[in-house]
Structure formats: C-alpha cells, structure tokens
C-alpha cells in the first residue's frame, strides 16, 4: 500500500520539485505505460454518488460522479487539501462529463476517463469499488497561469475502501431520481511525462 503520507516535494508542486515516488503495486492491467513518472500523491476521502433510475431491466442505481477531498499528511501535522475531485464537463472533449480533479493551491485541474478497472482480491478490499488506471483527457491552467495538475497524463486509483452502490433502496416508484452518497476512501495517483 501507498500509505497515507506526502513528501514535502508535493507541498511544492508546480516549482519543478519531483517527488520521485514509485509506482504502485497494481492488478495486471493497471499499469501505466513505460514513460511515464509519479509526481503526486493524495489520499481521498469522501463520496461516490449514485442516482436511481428506471432502465430496460427496471429500476437500479446508475453511477452519478465522485465528490471527494485529496489530502497529504506530514508527520506530526494536520492533514493539508491538496485537490478537490468532482464531476465537471471537460472542454477539451466538447463539454463531455469527465470526473476532474482541481488543485487546491492553484485551480489547474485534470479530467480523465478510466482506461481499465480491476476488482481483483489479491489487492481489492470486499465490498470496496475497483481500482482504476486513469487517463487524462483534458487538463488547464488555473486562472493565474498555474500548472500543478496540468501536467498530468495518468492516474491510478488504489487502496480504496468502500464507495459500492447501495444493494437496496431502488426498487419502488417513490425511489426514481433518488441519489445515494456512498462513503468511500483511497489514493490517487498522478503521473506525467518522465522527465
């Protein structure tokens, strides 16, 4: 595991400090392609939000987006925000629904779609939602130039603990449009281009 500890080369993100982390242990498939480096890592805590929707099988809980706060921690300090991470339409893709990740220090931010999953028990808690490798599919510059998440061109989504859809509370009339915030935590992993 990842643990739940930042260097101090993250607190400096976006002066061209690297924390020269590595990556991961992850499922087969997870990887991220040859070329590619850790520059950031945060461990999230928050919700995986679900709406109940009729479909041609009935009534069921369809995945909503993510609402969730990134944290590092140094020994002996509180833990400092780093990231938020929500759904937000992604520009680059024509307004497409992407979940993003937006810098706390200063608001460049990342969307990505998930290129693969893994629900594998060798590394997957039970009832914990998958593990994800990440794609980034757009990203900006924060309105006074910053770049901090901008570089981004992967993230791996690991450790996670809860954020499974609710198994009832989707069956009756009354429940269509209903949304559940499941609870959940895990670590993201941000990569860029090798330097």
Request: charged share 10%; aromatic share 10%; hydrophobic share 40%.
């Amino acid at each position: 595991m990842i643990g739940r500890a930042m260097t101090i080369g993250a607190l400096v993100l976006g002066v061209g400090v690297s924390t020269a982390a590595a990556q991961p242990s992850v499922p087969p498939g997870l990887e991220v392609p040859a070329g590619n480096e850790v520059y950031l890592q945060g461990y999230a805590a928050g919700t995986q939000n679900y709406i109940c929707l009729s479909g041609p099988a009935g009534k069921r809980w369809q995945f909503l987006g993510p609402q969730a706060t990134l944290f590092f921690t140094l020994q002996g300090t509180p833990p400092q925000q780093i990231t938020t991470h929500f759904l937000s339409a992604n520009p680059v893709e024509a307004g497409t629904a992407r979940p993003t990740w937006q810098h706390s220090f200063d608001s460049s931010r990342v969307w990505g779609r998930a290129l693969a999953s893994s629900t594998d028990p060798n590394y997957v808690q039970p009832g914990a939602i998958p593990w994800l490798l990440v794609q980034a599919t757009g990203t900006a510059l924060g309105p006074t130039g910053g770049s901090a998440l901008a570089e981004t061109t992967f993230i791996h989504r690991v450790n996670t603990s809860g954020g499974v859809a609710p198994s009832t509370g989707c069956t009756a009339p009354s429940h269509e449009g209903v949304v559940a915030l499941v609870p959940y935590t895990t670590d993201y992993v941000f990569y860029r281009a090798s330097r």
